[in-house]
């Protein structure tokens, strides 16, 4: 089986989402914040160059999105959100 093939994705989607919230803490770590996704973000360190804390803060957020995204999923909170606003959309 190919590694391209569409069989795989599913696949792929789960791991990504599992690396993602390790990913953030790792970001946390260099940032001095507090670890875990869920917490508030800190202050930019002393002596950290303005664009790597920007640089860092981008790819955090990022990683943040996916993993809560891929929480919500899971938990099937977006599915009604999603039924309702297409629902609302169509009235």
């Given at each position: 089986m190919p590694a391209g093939d569409a069989r795989d994705w599913p696949i792929a989607a789960r791991a990504k989402r599992r690396t993602t919230a390790p990913r953030a803490d790792h970001i946390r770590?260099?940032?001095?914040?507090?670890?875990?996704?869920l917490h508030d973000q800190g202050v930019k360190p002393n002596g950290m160059y303005q664009r790597t804390h920007a640089r860092l803060l981008a790819r955090h957020d990022a990683l943040v999105n996916v993993a809560l995204t891929g929480m919500a999923k899971k938990l099937g909170l977006l599915r009604g959100r999603l039924e309702d606003t297409v629902a609302e959309a169509s009235s």
């Open positions: 770590k260099q940032l001095r914040w507090q670890l875990g996704i």
